[in-house]
C-alpha cells in the first residue's frame, strides 16, 4: 500500500488517499492513537470513492471512532473502462429512458462488476488489518450487492449495513440466505429506482436472526441525516 497523499481535517479525522497496485482508495482515521476497528464503505453500483455522500458518510462514521476505507471498484471512479464496459452502461441509460426492461442488462453490468469488486476488497482488507493504526473487528456499510458477497466470502466481517438501493444481481439474491451476521437494512420508500416490493421481499430472504429494516419515505438520494447516527449506535453495538 502506498499512500500517496493526506490531510488532517478540522474535526482531527485524518484522510489519506492510497493505492494499491491497480487499486485507488481512501482510508479515514480518527485523531485517537488507539487502534480502531474498520469499516468498508462501498457506494451503490460502484459509483466513486469521492462521491460526496459516501465521504459525508465516511467522516461521520470515523467521527464515532471507526477507520473507514473506501476504493473504487473496476471501471468506476479513477480506474479505466474498457469499450465493453462503456457499451453495457450506454445501453443500460438508453433502456431507462425508453421505459424498456431493464433486469437482464443490469445483470450483464452489476454482476460482473461484483465479481471484480470482491476480491480486491479482500486484498484490501489484508493490507488494512496489517497497520497499526487499525483494528479489528470488520463492519462494511453501503452497495447492497456487493455487501451479500462480502458477507458471504469474508468472515473477518461481523456486522453490515445495506442501502437497498439500485440493482441486486440473482446470484447475490439467492445468496442472501446464507448471510448470518447482524444486518442493518436502508429503505427509502419512494425511491423510483429501486422497486420496493423486491427490497422487501430482500430483506425477508436475508438469513440472519437479527435483522432490521429501516424504511424512510423520500426517493433515492433522501436517506434522513439521522439513519447515520442509527447506523453507527448499530456498529458500536457489534464492532466495539
Known amino acids: 500500500m502506498h499512500f500517496t497523499s493526506g490531510q ?3 474535526d482531527g479525522v485524518l484522510e489519506r488517499e492510497f493505492t494499491l497496485g491497480e487499486i485507488p482508495g481512501t482510508l479515514w482515521t480518527p485523531g485517537s492513537t488507539a487502534p480502531a476497528p474498520l469499516i468498508l464503505m462501498a457506494h451503490n453500483n460502484g459509483l466513486p470513492k469521492a462521491e460526496p455522500r459516501l465521504v459525508a458518510r465516511a467522516r461521520h462514521t470515523t467521527a464515532y471512532g471507526y477507520a473507514v476505507a473506501s476504493i473504487d471498484a473496476a471501471g468506476c471512479g479513477d480506474r ?7 457499451q453495457r452502461r450506454a445501453d443500460l441509460r438508453r433502456a431507462i429512458q425508453a421505459g424498456e426492461p431493464v433486469d437482464e442488462i443490469f445483470e450483464s453490468v452489476v ?5 471484480k469488486a470482491v476480491p480486491e476488497w479482500q486484498t484490501t482488507l489484508d493490507t488494512l488489518l496489517a497497520l497499526p493504526e487499525i483494528a479489528g473487528p470488520v463492519g462494511y456499510s453501503g452497495w447492497t450487492a456487493l455487501g451479500i458477497r462480502l458477507a458471504v466470502a469474508e468472515p473477518r466481517i461481523t456486522a453490515a449495513g445495506f442501502f437497498a438501493g439500485g440493482y441486486v444481481p440473482r446470484a447475490q439474491r439467492e445468496e442472501a440466505r446464507q448471510v448470518t451476521i447482524p444486518l ?10 429501486n422497486p420496493r416490493q423486491r427490497a422487501l421481499d430482500l430483506f425477508d430472504a436475508f438469513g440472519t436472526k437479527e435483522k432490521t429494516l429501516h424504511a424512510n419515505m423520500g426517493g433515492h438520494t433522501g436517506t434522513p441525516w439521522f439513519e447515520l447516527e442509527d447506523g453507527c449506535r448499530f456498529y458500536d453495538r457489534h464492532l466495539k
Open 184 to 193: 442493518l437494512l436502508l429503505l427509502q420508500w419512494d425511491d423510483e429506482g
Open 8 to 10: 488532517r481535517l478540522d
Open 80 to 86: 479505466p473502462r474498457s469499450a465493453a464496459d462503456e
Open 111 to 115: 454482476g460482473p462488476l461484483v465479481e
